[in-house]
């Protein structure tokens, strides 16, 4: 487990779900989605879990969208951490799922999503054999991209340890616990206990939580000294008792950060959060943009 105050905010910005018509908020197009994200960097989030969709909002796995996606974000904020999904909710081929590690070049991502199990979501199951998985932990170990585990049971880090015994997964290890989804594990002090003690020695973890257990899950991790993910993909309202309240990417930050200097921990700086996590430094700087993990940042 990681050690130390920093807390790296992990921020999935769009996702697969929220449309427009019940979030309005959620960023579609590459420049709506790298003017957020700036936004979010600036309140703290030191990297990013991209989606990609197409103009009508709908999913799309192509590797030239991401690639737009990826080079608008590299210009917005060249500091963050850059994730990409690997998702095979709405499409099964590898081919297709692994399309967004190709993005090349300055917009390059240095980690992708790798979920380690099949589950039901409340719309419908998601499927990943374990053909799947092993193809998609390979084609990001052959590109040099570290896989953020995205586990929803404990079973599934238990998988994790059995594919680390195997050597398809080498390290460092990143681990995204999802809690509260409809069909897997619930946001539960017990849960929680049982994912930690299953992580294997040196892994980075954080908790994201599904829909209202956002924020419990945010908390309890930011509580246990582990880091968050957050964003409209996990979460399409600010407020659930009152839904009109303004939902926004930056403001779902914002409560994170303001949660976690609560608790006497400060968001960690995108290099902190490369340092953490065992990833090499990167250079994206361009003479356009700030310098990396310069002072560009608000002021804590
Ligand atoms: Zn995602």
Redesign the pocket.
């Known amino acids: 487990m990681s050690e130390g105050n920093e807390i790296i905010v992990n921020l ?1 910005p769009t ?2 779900v929220p449309r427009r018509a019940k979030v309005p908020a959620v960023p579609i197009t590459p420049e709506e989605i790298a003017a957020d994200v700036r936004r979010c960097f600036e309140a703290g989030a030191s990297m990013v ?1 991209l ?1 990609a969709r197409d103009d009508d909002e709908e999913p799309t796995w192509r590797g030239d969208r991401f690639a737009d996606i990826c080079s608008a974000v590299a210009d917005a904020a060249p500091e963050i951490v850059l994730v990409v ?1 690997t ?1 095979g909710r709405n499409w099964s081929e590898v081919e297709k799922r692994a399309a967004s590690l190709d993005v090349a070049g300055r917009a390059k991502p240095e980690m992708a ?1 790798l979920t380690l199990g099949s589950m039901n979501f409340a719309s419908g199951p998601s499927i990943n054999s374990p053909e799947t998985i092993a193809a998609l932990a390979t084609a990001m170990r052959e590109r040099g991209i570290v896989p953020e585990l ?1 586990t929803f049971d404990v079973g599934m880090i238990d998988y994790a340890n059995y594919l680390i015994s195997r050597g398809i997964l080498q390290p460092p290890y990143y681990f995204n616990v999802l809690l509260g989804s409809r069909g897997t594990a619930a946001v539960s002090a017990a849960n929680a206990a049982a994912a930690l003690a299953a992580l294997p020695d040196g892994a980075t973890w954080a908790f994201a939580g599904i829909g209202r257990a956002q924020v419990a899950a945010n908390t309890l991790a930011t509580s246990l000294g582990g880091h968050v993910r957050v964003g409209l ?1 996990d979460n399409p309202y600010y407020d659930w008792h009152d839904r009109s309240a303004e939902s926004t990417n930056a403001r779902l930050v914002e409560r994170a950060v303001r949660i976690a200097r609560d608790v006497g921990r400060e968001p960690a700086t995108p290099g902190e959060a490369r340092r953490i996590i065992g990833l090499p430094a990167v250079s994206r700087a361009s003479s356009a943009g700030p310098a990396l993990d310069g002072p560009s940042r608000a002021a804590a």
Do not use: K, L, Q, R
Request: hydrophobic letters at 10%; one cysteine or more.
């Open positions: 999935c996702g697969m879990h989606h999904t998702s999503s995205e993909e």
